[in-house]
């Protein structure tokens, strides 16, 4: 069993920055790999980020040279971060943070929203 909270989103002005957190805690040694999806209004849940247990880390296109993806463990507890700078309109989204499992389980957390508006 793994839970994850997340926190960070917010409302920040094009061109701004902000910076997302996942914490996990349970069973987190099962973890194969961590990521950051988003899902905008009216379309599907995507990929932004992505990072596995042996530090392979993967963007979305979009995102490539903006954001940046981490994780730390820290006393039993991992965490996962998104450095999101350079923000655009169409960053707009509710973010989640997704664990995958050795055994091929996934979680997710409750996502957090990114408003990014003038």
């Known amino acids: 069993q793994v839970q994850l909270v997340e926190s960070g989103g917010g409302l920040v002005q094009p061109g701004g920055s902000l910076r997302l957190s996942c914490a996990a805690s349970?069973?987190?040694?099962?973890?194969?790999?961590m990521g950051w999806y988003r899902q905008a209004p009216g379309k599907e849940r995507e990929l932004v980020a992505r990072?596995?247990?042996?530090?392979?880390?993967?963007?979305a296109d979009s995102v490539k040279g903006r954001f940046t993806i981490s994780r730390d463990n820290v006393k039993n507890t991992l965490y996962l971060q998104m450095q999101m700078n350079s923000l655009k309109p169409e960053d707009t989204a509710v973010y989640y943070c997704?664990?995958?499992?050795?055994?091929?389980?996934?979680?997710w957390g409750q996502g957090t929203q990114v408003t990014v508006s003038s």
């Open positions: 997704n664990a995958e499992l050795v055994s091929g389980v996934i979680y």
């Open positions: 349970g069973t987190i040694s099962s973890i194969n790999a």
């Open positions: 990072i596995t247990s042996g530090g392979r880390i993967n963007y």
